[in-house]
């Protein structure tokens, strides 16, 4: 049983002195060490590791068919019903619509945050709902939701320069067949390679000779292969069943069947056309190329063959341990399934990212204590200092008990929320020590006696200075947007850590301190005392007693800190510090997508792919690059919300460049990509294809960096005023690159008209002509063939050879048969067109827009978006049209107007948010100073050194030659709650001396003086703690926030607020 104490009877003890009372003395203290240190280490070993936190952003794309009506119509007809129906929905933040031939697309985002089965089940419920409202002649609205958990955190690549790649992806499949079982797997799917499929190529001369047409070979495929259960036979007891039919398993059982008769003969498919066993013609291509800084073995100056094979994990599963569990079931079956001349390489793991980044941030977590401990230790001696630094481990491990419990990841953010609390937590363990071992050496009597009387008078001002700190992080939880999920880190962690040294300092601390600290003894048992100390105070004290003295010296004082202050807040407007969302972030993959004109061939968009390879190759720091052709590469969550995965055709081309790891090379990818623009320009220049560089985002990614919406009431003259726009200014405007449009280029597109009567009176239907030239020159599945080994179905492809289907005049050679058998020539019935094509019809929340993109060099899209601003603000673009401009407003729907959304947008919609937290929370520390107080005006002096914050956060990214960033304003949120507190201990010390009988001006020195050194300790504490975040790509401006704003705030606060106390004190005195 814990021994009681007199301590334990004080009735007139607060909180913090009641908790002292109680643990100082207790065995349950070391139970509760034990447990926080075992909850701590499990937490940290389960915790689920991502590199970045999950941001759910419910999304799905709706696509709709109406096969034959054009993009005008399909934006009347599909696109508005829908969008009107859908934009009704609660949750909905925008809807994008796409009008082209024969295809309405509507995507559907939802708000972030929002719960993804709720929302696509109302989406469901809601398309089903109103089906009948779609026109005649509509296909089923296919749904397809634009998961973040589909999104692979795994990709593998087999390549092999010695097999086709659809023997490739035969041993995908058998591969991805074993990982799929892999516990917290989840979506799971083969990219590149063609499938194996059974061939049938029409000779249209011998289906002309024997009068056999396309619907007589797929009626006949179709009624031939099927089998069915007939039912039974009951026999003596037994019953069998009966089968009826026979299924089609062989590319010979195809060739074999009979799809006419001639002279009493039959025909067989084979007769009429060349039937083959294997892939289909090449559509897509992928392949896999080396580097020169890939180290495995590799297909020298080639670009092999490739299917990859992509895992994504189940939601809320742990990263690094499904691609680990994935990659080791991928050695164990590699020996018996893949042969050796089949490379295997590891070209996505999200797992051993986020396990690096992990690791990484958690060395700078260790230096950046290590680095407290041995201030504390200069400071303090080792007996206090050894005190403290046992709470700090305690301190983590309880948050992140408290962030499992919660559902919190670890991950980057959540690291940096933990380094930047370490300069607050040991604060509270510091005040409480440092009070005790004054009491130690004033009452020495009763050790625990003076150890409870020392907490208890701390507690109300320390309570009052933690919770400062804490309100100053929690509205943050209201950041809109992707931003929001994205920094939820921050407010989550660290109140929660300070929460929990504040309960640690009334615990912890004190048992330690009654049985370790020492007032008298030996070197380093105690505080310590040094003589640089001494004098830092003796010239403390020196200023400030002339301060109190001479107002003239007042004068001067407060004259220059005006100055000065003026002078950093004009820094902005003379471009000394200037402002961005985020940094570029160094990474080790980024993406290259090539689009060629409409209509190019895939033969021709291989060839600029390769000459976008060979480019590549040349970089000393490239390990691999992955090519598609034809569709886009695997999906990321980059490209997830571009909307990249909608995109295919034979014009388009994904090449995604893996770099070696970071940890391995001086150059930054950011410096890498800047290295391939120029090339990759002189290339564009050269095909006439758009190749964009798109570097992965240092946040939550948007649409295109830079991105300009046109509204208007005529879609032709958008489109127009696009083009002018992407000519005239974004084209003018330095370091503005990959920039694109919506608007395509005119394509040729033959139509074949059908002559209503001609074929009625002929008997041959407009559905048999658009039937037949499908299959002519697309090809069709007329069924699939029964192969019980094959992991994929084997359709059977009917189409003409490629020879014969090179262009229009091709079609003379279609002749198609009536019901009673009379051949006509297709071109006696229609003729062949040569129009230009319908273009694409883009709408975002019901409104037809068109958009036009650019990407950033090195420079921040803030002063590039304000350059073309002020250009549009005060020219016209050719034809004298005058553009009315929006940020934040949606733009009215009168004349035309272009919005500026992108990550503009998205950095005037975070700085506004963090804005009003930072409002929030100076409006809250204000509340709990005025019921602390009792004082309206004295919290206005405590808040008084919030802005002169900006006497060092300002001139500091000046200096760092730094971007004021996203995180630099989380700093200065951070800074609000560091020295409000650092003020409020302040004033708490002069409170205390007047009551103790001291004059105004000696309770004012003396309270400097005595907190002196604890406000050094902590502020050497925070700038110590996060020096090790200001080279971070992306974190480095909260770091110079903090240590720039730390040292200025400190150093005035000592002066500054005391002094306007005591003028305060003097005129309400007088």
């Known amino acids: 049983m814990a021994r009681k104490s007199s301590a334990d009877n004080g009735a007139d003890f607060n ?22 240190f075992a909850a701590g280490v499990l937490a940290f070993l389960i915790t689920p590791r991502e590199e970045n936190p999950k941001i759910v952003v ?11 009506a054009s993009p005008k119509e399909i934006e009347q007809l599909i696109v508005k019903p ?14 994008y619509g796409l009008a082209t031939d024969s295809l309405g697309v509507v995507t559907v985002v939802f708000e972030v945050g929002q719960n993804k089965e709720d929302s696509l089940v109302k989406l469901y419920d809601r398309v089903m709902s109103n089906l009948d409202r779609m026109p005649a002649g509509t296909l089923q609205p296919l749904i397809k939701p634009a998961d973040v958990d589909e999104v692979p955190i795994l990709t593998i690549s087999l390549s092999c320069t010695q097999l086709d790649d659809c023997q490739l992806r035969r041993i995908a499949n058998d591969v991805l067949e074993h990982l799929r079982r892999v516990d917290g797997t989840a979506a799971t799917f083969l990219h590149g390679g063609r499938k194996r499929q059974v061939n049938v ?12 047409t396309l619907t007589d070979i797929t009626r006949v495929v179709a009624a031939t292969n099927v089998d069915i259960p007939s039912g039974t036979f009951v026999a003596r007891s037994q019953v069998a069943t009966v089968q009826a039919g026979g299924m089609l398993r062989s590319a010979d059982d195809v060739g074999r069947l009979v799809v006419a008769t001639s002279a009493h003969r039959p025909v067989y498919l084979k007769d009429v056309a060349t039937i083959s066993d294997g892939p289909g013609e090449l559509e897509r291509v992928h392949r896999i190329g080396y580097g020169p800084a890939y180290a495995g073995a590799r297909f020298e100056d080639v670009e092999a063959p490739a299917v990859t094979i992509a895992i994504a994990k189940r939601a809320g599963a742990n990263a690094v341990t499904v691609a ?19 490379h295997v390489n590891v070209t996505r793991d999200d797992g051993r990212k986020a396990n690096d980044a992990v690791n990484l941030l958690m060395e700078h977590l260790a230096i950046a204590i290590a680095t407290v401990v041995a201030l504390l230790v200069f400071f303090l001696g080792w007996r206090a200092a050894g005190i403290v630094t046992v709470t700090i481990p305690l301190i983590l491990f309880i948050t992140l008990t408290v962030g499992l419990i919660a559902g919190q990841t670890i991950n980057r953010i959540t690291l940096f929320a933990l380094i930047l609390s370490l300069g607050l937590l040991v604060d509270d363990s510091i005040v409480v020590i440092e009070n005790i071992f004054r009491h130690y050496a004033v009452r020495g009597a009763d050790r625990l006696k003076s150890a409870v009387a020392a907490v208890n008078e701390i507690g109300k001002p320390t309570n009052l200075a933690t919770f400062t700190v804490i309100l100053a992080f929690i509205p943050m939880f209201w950041v809109t947007g992707m931003m929001g999920p994205y920094m939820a880190p921050i407010p989550f962690f660290v109140p929660v850590a300070m929460l929990t040294s504040l309960i640690i300092a009334y615990t912890v601390a004190p048992w330690a301190a009654y049985r370790w600290l020492q007032v008298a003894g030996h070197e380093g048992e105690g505080f310590e005392h040094h003589d640089h100390a001494g004098k830092l105070e003796k010239l403390y004290a020196g200023y400030m007693r002339k301060l109190l003295a001479e107002p003239k010296a007042r004068r001067k004082f407060f004259l220059g800190i005006g100055t000065l202050m003026a002078l950093v807040l ?3 407007a003379f471009n000394l510090v200037l402002f961005q969302m985020l940094p570029k972030n160094n990474t080790n993959t980024f993406n290259i997508t090539v689009d060629l004109p409409e209509g190019t061939s895939l033969e021709e968009t291989d060839r600029v792919a390769r000459r976008v390879g060979d480019i590549v190759r040349a970089h000393p720091q490239v390990e691999t690059w992955e090519t598609t052709v034809g569709e886009a590469g695997v999906i990321d969550f980059n490209g997830l919300l571009r909307g990249v995965n909608l995109k295919q055709g034979p014009h388009i081309a994904d090449v995604r460049v893996n770099l070696r790891n970071k940890s391995g090379r001086w150059t930054s990818s950011i ?8 090339p990759m320009a002189r290339l564009a220049a050269e095909t006439g294809a758009n190749i964009k560089l798109v570097e992965d985002p240092p946040g939550p990614p948007v649409r295109a960096t830079i991105l300009a919406e046109l509204y208007g009431p005529d879609y032709e003259q958008l489109r127009k005023l696009a083009k002018e726009l992407r000519a005239e200014v974004f084209g003018r405007t330095a370091d503005v690159v990959d920039i694109d449009d919506t608007v395509t280029d005119d394509q040729v597109e033959y139509r074949i008209a059908v002559n209503r009567e001609k074929a009625a009176l002929i008997g041959i239907a407009p559905a048999t002509v658009a039937e037949t030239l499908r299959a002519f020159l697309a090809g069709s599945d007329a069924g699939t063939v029964h192969i019980e080994t094959e992991k994929e179905p084997v359709p059977i492809r009917l189409r003409v050879a490629a020879a014969d289907r090179r262009g229009p005049a091709d079609l003379e050679r279609i002749w198609l048969t009536n019901p009673l058998g009379r051949q006509v020539r297709l071109s006696d019935i229609a003729e062949v067109q040569r129009v230009v094509a319908p273009k694409p019809i883009h709408h975002k929340d019901q409104r037809p827009v068109v958009y036009v993109s650019g990407e950033l060099g090195s420079t921040s899209q803030v002063y590039a978006v304000l350059k073309m601003w002020n250009w549009l603000r005060t020219h016209e673009l050719p034809g004298g049209v005058k553009l009315t401009q929006y940020f934040m407003a949606d733009p009215e729907t009168t004349g035309y107007s272009v919005r500026w959304d992108g990550e503009m947008r998205l950095t005037l919609d975070v700085f506004r948010d963090l804005g009003a937290a930072f409002a929030v929370a100076i409006v809250l520390i204000y509340l709990i100073l005025v019921g602390y107080y009792r004082s309206f005006a004295v919290p206005l002096i405590v808040m008084g050194a919030i802005p002169l914050t900006i006497v060092g956060v300002f001139p500091g990214h000046a200096l760092m030659g730094q971007y004021f960033t996203a995180t630099s304003m989380i700093g200065v949120i951070a800074l609000a709650g560091i020295v409000v507190r650092n003020s409020l201990l302040l004033i708490d010390f002069i409170l205390e001396y007047r009551r103790a009988g001291h004059a105004l001006d ?6 400097g003086r005595t907190r002196l050194r604890p406000i050094l300790l902590t502020a050497f504490a925070i700038i110590l703690g996060t020096a090790i975040m200001a080279f971070d790509p992306v974190f480095g401006g909260l770091a110079i926030s903090l240590i720039y704003g730390t040292f200025a705030s400190t150093a005035l606060t000592l002066f500054v607020i005391p002094l306007v106390y005591y003028l305060y004190e003097k005129r309400h005195a007088g």
């Open 15 to 36: 909180l913090a002195g009641r908790i002292a009372a109680y643990f100082i003395d207790s065995k349950l203290t070391l139970l509760v060490m034990a447990f926080a």
């Open 58 to 68: 419910p999304a799905a794309n709706i696509l709709v068919s109406k096969p034959g």
């Open 82 to 95: 829908l969008e009107a129906i859908l934009q009704g929905l609660s949750g909905v933040d925008h809807t």
């Open 201 to 212: 190529y029409l000779d249209l001369e011998r289906l002309r000779a024997y009068n056999v």
């Open 324 to 342: 680990g569990n994935v990659l080791a079931e991928l050695n164990s079956v590699r020996p018996a399934l893949v042969p050796p001349t089949v």
């Open 570 to 572: 004009a820094m902005p």
């Open 671 to 678: 410096d890498i990509v800047q290295e391939l623009r120029a």
């Open 1002 to 1007: 000696e309770a004012v020195l003396e309270a």
